[in-house]
C-alpha cells in the first residue's frame, strides 16, 4: 500500500506533524496549523488533501490511510476518517479565503 500513496508524503507529513498524541484536540491541531502557516502552505496541504479524497484507491484504503497518520480518536469526534478529513479540508479552505 506504501507505494500507491508515494505521491502522498507530504499529506502524510502533515497528518503525523499536525495531528500527533500530544495534541489536545484535533480541532485546536488545525486551528494553529491554520495561524501558523502562510497562505501558500495552506494552499499546498490542501492539493494534497484533495489528491487523496479524489483519488481513485477505495475508501477503506483512504480512511486506513488517514488513520496510520493522524492520532485521532474518531469515535470520540463522531466522524469516519473521510468525514473528518473533509471537513478539515473544508475548514483551510475558509482559511484561504480570510489569509
Known amino acids: 500500500m506504501r507505494n500507491r500513496y508515494h505521491h502522498l508524503e507530504e499529506l502524510e507529513d ?3 506533524g499536525t495531528f500527533h498524541q500530544d495534541i ?3 480541532q485546536q491541531a488545525l486551528d494553529e496549523f491554520i ?4 497562505k501558500e502552505c495552506l494552499l499546498s496541504t490542501i492539493k ?3 489528491e487523496l ?5 477505495t475508501n477503506q484504503e483512504k480512511e486506513d490511510f488517514i488513520q496510520q497518520h493522524a492520532e485521532v480518536y474518531f469515535p470520540e469526534i463522531e466522524l469516519t476518517p473521510l468525514q473528518w478529513l473533509y471537513k478539515i479540508t473544508e475548514q483551510m479552505q475558509e482559511a484561504v479565503r480570510t489569509k
Open 14 to 16: 502533515f497528518l503525523a
Open 24 to 26: 489536545s484536540s484535533s
Open 35 to 38: 495561524s501558523e502557516v502562510t
Open 48 to 50: 494534497d488533501c484533495e
Open 53 to 57: 479524497l479524489n483519488s481513485d484507491v
